[in-house]
């Protein structure tokens, strides 16, 4: 289903309503795909495949406070920002959404998002619950997906076994988890990743319902 373009997300959208006017959009083709689960879950691994079959969707690059990962690079995997800058950029209403997650703040810069939607591309948003909830208020029609994990013992393995985290973190986001699998049903999809590419499966026929046309043309 195309997805309406919020006035939100508008880069003019001040002028508009500056202007008095509700600000307008003019595109139908894009699509936005909200990809939520617990941390540890498989996201990135899942979405890393997707984008090796697909290389036409686009995967949306947040901006956070927490530091690199080994082997992360800055505009790439995310846009690695001080509190500062990042708080600035929200006094600016830079952000679709944002949100704190174990001790940082992430966030969905809209600029080149609403580009993306407006050239008709489709957009996967890779974020937490409070995120994907202020995104469903704002894009009703975007399709939403949660990840799970076959069991918290595994997802704690997984956390683990990435070695990626420290052990403060660590608990922050096995709690987290536990909210944040309470909420699966609120997504039109669930998806438990046990066996990788029986998920990665289940993602390809939610995300393209049987009409792979989009996903097959050339990267534009
Ligand atoms: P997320 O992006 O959701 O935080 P990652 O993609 O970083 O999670 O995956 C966490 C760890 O779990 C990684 O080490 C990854 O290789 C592993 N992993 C992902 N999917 C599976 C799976 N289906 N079975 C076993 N391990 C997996
Ligand atoms: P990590 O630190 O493991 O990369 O990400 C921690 C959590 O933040 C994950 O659940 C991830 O989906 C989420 N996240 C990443 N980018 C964003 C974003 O732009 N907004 C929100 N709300 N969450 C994000």
Do not use: C
């Amino acid at each position: 289903m195309p997805v309406s373009y919020p006035s939100s997300l508008h880069i003019n959208d001040q002028q508009a309503t500056d202007a008095g006017q509700e600000p307008q959009a003019n595109l139908s083709a894009g699509r936005l795909i909200v990809f939520t689960g617990p941390s540890g879950v498989g996201k990135g691994t899942l979405l890393k495949a997707l984008r090796q079959r697909y290389p036409n969707l686009d995967v949306s690059i947040s901006a956070t406070t927490r530091s690199p990962r080994s082997g992360e690079v800055h505009g790439k995997d995310y846009f690695f920002l001080s509190r500062d800058e990042f708080m600035a950029m929200v006094d600016r209403g830079e952000f679709l959404e944002w949100a704190e997650f174990a001790g940082n703040l992430y966030g969905t810069p809209k600029a080149t998002l609403a580009n993306q939607i407006a050239a008709g591309r489709w957009v996967i948003l890779e974020i937490e619950l409070e995120g994907a909830r202020q995104v469903r208020r704002t894009f009703p029609d975007a399709l939403q997906l949660f990840v799970l994990p076959p069991s918290l013992e595994e997802l704690e393995h997984r956390i683990r076994q990435r070695g990626q985290d420290d052990n403060q973190s660590i608990q922050q986001r096995l709690h987290r988890a536990q909210e944040e699998i309470q909420a699966a049903p609120e997504f039109d999809v669930q998806i438990i990743n046990d066996d990788l590419d029986e998920a990665l499966q289940k993602l390809e026929t939610a995300i393209f319902d049987g009409d792979r046309s989009y996903a097959l043309t050339s990267k534009r």
